[in-house]
């Protein structure tokens, strides 16, 4: 990230959303356009020292060998890594531009995991807040990674900060039947 700020959340999510969370998505053609990656802080230390975008052919490398990975190894590993936390990584899958990253803690003694805090860059075209940064991380996970995010509030889609606001402002007074 270029222009990252960070923000503390403390939002509670279920085993079951930690688990999605850890489990990440690849993109499986060029229609997918987001990357959830779980990254530990070592990882990611590595990757701020190395400062690079892949090129297309590590791209297309990565996707190959997630080809290989099937679901139930997946779902596997999320399983056995639900008693360590560390960072979701949210990218753009053309550029492996990283613009959210959520740092999550597992549950402890039987209450939910929760995310800890969030990390996005401010700048994506507009300034992005906090708040909004919120609210595009919940979007993202709850619609591509099906998580439910229960203790979060259920946001339009048409909030996702991608969309004009006056795109968004009018699909939401035609929803609420005023014009």
């Not at 060998?65 to 639900?82: I, R, S, Y």
């Not at 805090?117 to 595009?136: C, P, V």
């Not at 991380?137 to 619609?143: N, T």
């Amino acid at each position: 990230m270029e222009n990252p700020l960070t923000a503390s959340w403390g939002l509670s999510i279920s085993d079951a959303d930690f688990a999605k969370l850890k489990r990440g998505v690849r993109p499986r053609d060029m229609d997918d356009r987001w990357i959830f990656k779980a990254m530990t802080d070592e990882e990611l230390a590595d990757e701020a020292t190395t400062d690079k975008e892949l090129t297309d052919e590590e791209l297309m490398d990565e996707e190959l060998m997630d080809e290989a990975t099937t679901d139930e190894t997946l779902t596997d590993k999320a399983t056995l890594d639900l008693d360590q936390g560390g960072n979701i990584s949210i990218r753009r899958s053309w550029t492996n531009k990283e613009l959210y990253r959520l740092a999550v803690k597992p549950s402890e003694g039987g209450t939910s995991a929760k995310i800890e805090a969030i990390t996005w860059e401010q700048i994506q075209g507009d300034r992005i807040s906090e708040e909004q940064a919120k609210i595009d991380a919940v979007i993202l996970c709850k619609h591509i990674l099906k998580c439910d995010f229960a203790a979060a509030p259920d946001y339009d889609r048409l909030l996702f900060s991608a969309f004009p606001r006056s795109a968004a402002v009018d699909s939401t007074t035609v929803q609420n039947g005023t014009n």
